[in-house]
């Protein structure tokens, strides 16, 4: 697992101002700064991957040069996804991409929730490296429920799941349900309250990315 604020870095700014109730009713800023947290982890995410080296033609001579071996897939778990998103295609530019409608549906019974899936469209995947994000997991279930949505497209080559913010128990869950997938995250904190959220958290992601559903 890689967890980004282990180092402090500008990235620590960013996830403060995420956190931060004032600062986080500018919306724009809101999206920006997931977005700017989304490419670099991606860039942290390059070092891990394989190059082919090839040499490049310059307007002086030729150099040698690295190109990524196999093609990256981006896939992203819909609303509050989308900015972390364009953060990961700024670095991945020449990603395919899979997009996934996923949401909490609760039971009316007790405070349970299943993730309700309506959308997914994908690339085939086999053989390539799968990049999967959400900036909020939580208990874990919206991002294992997408991974294994996503098989039927083909099994990748390798799995990167990515979140900005993530709970411990939602960690633990994925390590014991999809350890074959790596996790790469901005910061880890603590606590789940009664509907799920993560304690301290940011709040919901998505309705502070683009308003209350
Ligand atoms: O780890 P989990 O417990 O599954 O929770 C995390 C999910 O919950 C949020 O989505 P939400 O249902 O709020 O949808 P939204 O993005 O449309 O706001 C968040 O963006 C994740 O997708
Ligand atoms: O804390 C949380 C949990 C799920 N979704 C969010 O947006 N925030
Ligand atoms: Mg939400």
Redesign the pocket.
Known sequence: MYLLSQTPSIADHYLSELRNIQVQQDRMRFRRNIERIGSILAYEISKSLSYKTEKVETPLGTAPSRKLLKPVVLSTVLR?GLPMHQGFLSVFDQADNAFIGAY?GHNLMDDEFEVEMDYITSPDLTGKTLILMD??L?TGKSMEKAYHALLRFGMPAQTHIAAV?ASTDGVQYLQERIPQCRLWLGAIDEGLNEQ???VP???????LSFGEK
Do not use: E, N, S, V
């Open positions: 509050a909490r900036p909020m939580a913010l799920y959220y993560i958290g940011l709040g919901d992601a998505g309705d």
